[in-house]
């Protein structure tokens, strides 16, 4: 039996829509329920959440408008001085969705009659799950997992092992899977402890006539922070350095599919309240959304990179995020031209040429680069010279 690295309660305790949490939301979907804003004495109101390609999450709210309709004066509000509250509560059949961040998005107002008005707010991050404590908090996680294009490929990661048996004639007899904990591979970024591991997980089905049992085997990256649980943005920013890095390994555009955490705040429930775990729980983030939504690549199309993770390492991965900062100017113009789809020459000639501007301003002068800078009574270094000072330092001659 593999181990879970969760204490496992007895079974008829468990509320199973809290055990499992809310299923994984894809595009196109839409959800019914009650918008909790937090202030004493306000009345839920009825709302409606959608996760679109071109908007990520909406949340619209329908109201009315006329001021005799006292039940609905603090949505008014909301919309009348296009500021709703920081962060709210929809609670749906299928679960609650914690929002934060909330903006305000539009809203159509008709008076008189018997229509109804509707405002739309945009959350940043909407969260598959409810949080304990304060509404108001802002929203930070002890723990974030996320998984990207070509994370599979690059590390060669895997958490389950297979055995086969055999007959005489070598048709297969017998197929043994082992699911295990995989420890990965760990390293410091600053204050950011990072880890990419490999996870499983066993989802078997059956209907009336048909009967299979999935297993996933996944590879991740976790960010944990020594001074505790920290914004969504400030664990997004240490994953995207490891990302980016893929990006010239791989050289093409490679996305982020999905977020969770956990923390402390997110726990699941026995039905007398008690806490058995505390789970991952899905970030829907208004950042990342669209990464989310682009074309998965092939294995063909997502090629080989030109080092995997084991050749660079836990140290090389360390030395990477400390010269990041250095580096910054250099790596972000061809990271943005590598990964668009669809872009101009013109682009790439572009971002290129501020690249390898910047590199040459980093390395600094090198030996014999006097030839490449302009022969005027004021000498002075050229784009040739960068260039010149990027060969030189990889030793291309």
Excluded at 60 to 65: A, D, F, K, Q
Excluded at 98 to 121: C, M, P, Q, T
Excluded at 325 to 338: D, Q
Aim: charged residues 25%; glycine residues 10%.
């Amino acid at each position: 039996m593999p181990e879970l690295g969760l204490e496992q309660p007895p079974v008829p305790s468990i509320r199973n829509n809290e055990f499992m949490g809310m299923r994984r939301l894809e595009f196109g979907d839409s959800l019914s329920g009650l918008l909790i804003d937090g202030v004493a004495d306000t009345p839920y109101v009825g709302a409606a959440f959608q996760l679109t390609r071109d908007t990520g999450v909406t949340v619209e709210v329908p109201y009315l408008s006329s001021p005799d309709a006292a039940q609905f004066g603090h949505v008014q509000a909301w919309f009348k001085d296009q500021s709703p509250p920081t962060n709210m509560v929809l609670l749906t059949p299928e679960g609650t969705i914690s929002l934060f961040d909330i903006a305000w998005s539009g809203h159509s107002e008709n008076w008189g009659g018997r229509s109804a008005s509707i405002g739309s707010v945009r959350p940043a991050l909407a969260i598959l799950g409810d949080r304990d404590g304060a509404l108001a908090d802002p929203l930070v996680m002890g723990e974030m997992h996320s998984r990207l294009d070509g994370l599979n490929e690059w590390s060669r990661l895997s958490a389950v092992s297979s055995d086969s048996e055999t007959d005489e004639e070598g048709r297969i007899q017998s197929v043994t899977m082992l699911l295990h904990r995989d420890d990965g591979i760990t390293w410091q970024q600053g204050d950011a402890t990072m880890v990419i591991r490999a996870g499983w997980f066993h989802s078997p089905e059956q209907d009336g006539y048909y009967r299979k049992t999935t297993v996933d085997d996944n590879v991740h990256i976790e960010s944990t922070f020594g001074s505790g649980p920290a914004p969504f943005w400030e664990h997004f920013v240490e994953q995207r350095k490891v990302a980016n890095l893929m990006v010239f390994l791989f050289g093409r555009p490679l996305s982020f599919r999905e977020h969770q955490l956990r923390d402390d705040l997110f726990a699941s429930r026995t039905n007398d309240g008690r806490i058995y775990a505390h789970p991952l729980t899905e970030i829907i983030s208004r950042h990342t959304y669209r990464e989310r939504g682009t074309e998965i690549p092939s294995k063909e199309d997502l090629g080989r990179p030109i080092a995997h993770m084991a050749q660079i390492g836990a140290e090389g991965l360390a030395t990477w995020s400390e010269n990041y900062g250095t580096w910054e100017r250099f790596i972000l113009p061809s990271v943005s031209v590598l990964g668009r789809t669809g872009k101009y020459i013109e682009d790439i000639v572009i971002s290129t040429s501020m690249s390898i501007e910047a590199a040459g301003r980093i390395i600094g002068e090198r030996d014999g680069e006097g030839v490449t800078w302009t022969q005027s009574r004021n000498p002075r270094p050229t784009m040739a010279t960068d260039v010149y000072r990027c060969l030189d330092v990889l030793h291309v001659r």
